[in-house]
């Protein structure tokens, strides 16, 4: 990849706010064209909450995370927290040849690809709430539509606009560091210091990741020197101080236990009592007399429906393309799921033994003698809902929602949203030395197609299976129809031999059976990556999977030599 360019020279700076509207839709939406041909815009999320849609990929931005655009992309902003803030530098590169500067093309980092720095390292170059200006004057900015961006024009040559510059060209070296460890040299009284922070705000929605930030260490570094110094890992002690702040209101006010367990920081009742069980081995209603009937979680699935969890869940059923993978992947194994067809095709075939097959959309004949306590359903025919609602609890969930967001929706389910971050933050990691592996293969923000071969049939791909580690992960983009099919909604399309040129990109991927390449065009064939089909999936433990042969798929473009053997 590139590293930071010798010289930059800011063009604009904007603090934008997000804040939810008052209609149905409670998302606060910020559009915003980039018109300017020569200039890159840096993101920074300030808060939590902040979602970036761009080219038709949605990407969930943490606090501190900054993403690099490139030229003309434009791109949409939203939330649905009270307030979250999003920090915008606009800017040009340059290449110093002597005393001449040379504007340069290419991007000074990974465009479109999230770094996540620490925001205690950003603290220092993040620039106050009262230089939110704009640069330059009106008529040349970028377009806002509905929501507000702060902004002010700034002079030229003014102190400010150089302090800009420099917090900028801060940011972009803190970037292209990303991968050093940054030792920190009082670990101990950094410690301390989230342990206060913790005291202070521990009705907040913290998590380890955050409390690592402030003191300037990565997760497992802060977790482990912890415990060394309070003999409990974060999670046990933020636990242990929400439940004693319960006690007291427990005792001494007439509240709910649902309003109880979100005064002291718990998302829902039934965890709180488990957890407030776990700690002082009596229920909260029988710590004290305050009046709760039900430890049952009631949570919403994609089609609307209020469903109530069991106290326990044991016994597990699961239908759709990546449910499985998404459930193995956080520890979970089902007892029965739709794997006729997948036991010939998944890379993870021998996690599936054991589990027995209920038919692509849960058969209630075929479920209701497995005796389950909860039905997870990524496949579902609807007139058999009411039938499978008879037998378990039944959540219908959506495959069309990225790994991430599937992967943390299940993981709420169960209370495995540590095992979620844990992949999460290990995906990461191993993308990022990926990207630096592959850097001599490939430019990210080139334009790839993925077509899957079966027996004489072609399909493009839109962002789903092996293309959403391409889009999502490696920082390609769609071609120009791809892009068209991702937009309508269509994970996939069949296409016509005669069709294959109108979908080519820069880079293309064939997922098939070298059988099935005997009559493919050579103009697909000659610029072309060979993949297995049964790649052809994004659940976490095939994308995981995935990195390592990679190298070996990117190395490969004789596709045409392929057919002749």
């Known amino acids: ?146 929501g507000r961006a702060k902004e002010r024009i700034l002079p030229t040559f003014v102190p400010e606009f150089v302090i800009l510059q420099a917090k900028l060209q801060l940011i972009l070296g803190m970037m292209a560091q990303l991968e050093q460890t940054h030792p920190l040299t009082n670990q101990e009284k950094a410690i301390k210091q989230s342990l206060n922070y913790m005291e202070q705000h521990y009705n907040e929605d913290l998590t380890v990741e955050f409390l690592a930030e402030m003191t300037g260490m990565i997760r497992w570094q802060y977790s482990k020197k912890f415990k060394s110094i309070t003999g409990k890992n974060p999670i046990e002690y933020l636990t242990d101080l929400r439940v004693k702040h319960a006690k007291q209101l427990l005792v001494g006010s007439s509240d709910t236990l649902r309003e109880i367990s979100r005064q002291v920081g718990f998302k829902d009742e039934y965890y709180f009592s488990r957890r407030f069980h776990q700690v002082t081995g009596y229920p909260p209603r029988e710590y004290a007399n305050i009046h709760s009937r039900t430890r049952r979680r009631t949570v919403t699935d994609s089609l609307g429906r209020k469903v109530h969890l069991p106290e326990t869940v044991n016994r597990i059923v699961a239908t759709g393309t990546n449910t499985i993978g998404e459930l193995l992947a956080i520890g979970i194994i089902p007892i029965g799921a739709g794997i006729a067809t997948m036991k010939s095709q998944v890379i993870y075939k021998s996690k599936l033994q054991g589990i027995l097959d209920i038919g692509l959309q849960a058969s209630p004949e075929q479920v209701s003698w497995l005796v389950p306590d909860l039905m997870l359903l990524g496949n579902y025919c609807e007139r058999q809902l009411a039938q499978l609602d008879a037998i378990a609890p039944t959540i219908v969930y959506s495959g069309a929602n990225s790994t991430y967001e599937r992967l943390l929706y299940i993981a709420d389910l169960f209370n495995r949203n540590k095992a979620a971050e844990q992949w999460i933050n290990r995906y990461e990691a191993n993308i990022r030395r990926l990207r630096r592996q592959l850097s001599d293969q490939y430019t990210p923000g080139e334009h790839a197609s993925v077509y899957l071969v079966l027996d004489k049939n072609v399909y493009i791909m839109g962002r ?33 031999l005669n069709q294959i040129g109108h979908f080519i990109g820069d880079r293309n991927f064939v997922l098939s059976d070298q059988a099935d390449l005997q009559f493919i065009p050579t103009i697909l064939l000659d610029n072309a990556h060979r993949v297995g089909a049964s790649w052809n999936y994004d659940d976490p433990i095939t994308r995981e999977r995935l990195l390592s042969v990679l190298p070996s798929i990117f190395a490969n473009t004789s596709l045409s030599k392929e057919r002749e053997l």
């Open 1 to 146: 990849m590139q590293i930071a360019s010798p010289y930059i020279q800011l063009q604009r700076y904007a603090l934008i706010r997000l804040t939810p509207t008052l209609s149905e839709n409670p998302l606060q939406n910020i559009f915003i064209e980039n018109n300017n041909e020569d200039c890159y815009t840096l993101l920074i999320a300030i808060d939590h909450g902040v979602r970036l849609h761009l080219n038709s990929i949605t990407q969930d931005l943490r606090q501190g995370t900054c993403i690099l655009l490139s030229f003309q992309q434009s791109y949409r902003l939203e939330t649905v927290r009270s307030q979250a803030k999003v920090i915008c530098f606009t800017f040009k590169t340059f290449d110093v040849d002597g005393v001449t500067l040379r504007q340069v093309t290419y991007p000074p980092l990974i465009s479109d690809y999230p770094y996540k720095l620490p925001l205690s390292m950003l603290k220092t170059a993040i620039v106050s709430e009262d230089w939110a200006y704009s640069w330059p004057p009106h008529g040349h900015e970028e377009k806002h539509r509905q």
């Open 464 to 496: 789903n299976g092996f293309a959403a580690t391409l889009y999502e992960s490696l920082g390609f983009h769609p071609s120009a129809s791809v892009n068209h099919l991702i937009q309508a909604g269509k994970p996939w399309l069949q296409i016509e």
